[in-house]
């Protein structure tokens, strides 16, 4: 069975969403936060300790985070308590890590998306 160009093309729109949840995912920064949710709810303040940023720098990416519906927060007295809004991304985090393990983490070899691409560097 062909498909036609057509269909190739659907395929890849349906593709698009979860392109945009891994790429949500994909600062070393935002992955450290969710990893840190997923062991519970926590403050902004606690993140900054945990993951070692600025608290503008976390606010910035737990912004990006919500607006892409991976955490909520709400008020606790005068700071803010944050929080995964999907439990599968626990089960998400745990199959990568999975993976990672399974493939030697070969994708930090990877010179489109490893330690040493363009993208890698700017996060240093």
Do not use: W
């Not at 840190?36 to 910035?60: C, E, F, H, I």
């Not at 929080?83 to 990877?110: F, I, Y």
């Amino acid at each position: 069975m062909t498909m036609k160009a057509s269909d190739i093309d659907v395929e890849r729109v349906e593709l698009i969403p979860a392109a945009a949840l891994f790429r949500s995912l994909g600062d070393p920064a935002r992955l450290a936060i969710v990893r840190r949710l997923a062991a519970g709810p926590t403050r902004v303040t606690d993140l900054v300790k945990a993951v070692g940023l600025a608290q503008s720098t976390v606010s910035k990416h737990l912004v990006c985070l919500r607006d892409c519906g991976l955490v909520d927060s709400e008020p606790v007295g005068r700071a803010s308590l944050f929080r995964l809004t999907r439990p599968e991304l626990v089960q998400m985090l745990s199959s990568a890590e999975a993976v990672l393990a399974a493939t030697g983490n070969a994708v930090a070899l990877c010179p489109e998306y490893g330690i040493d691409s363009c993208c890698a560097r700017e996060v240093s």
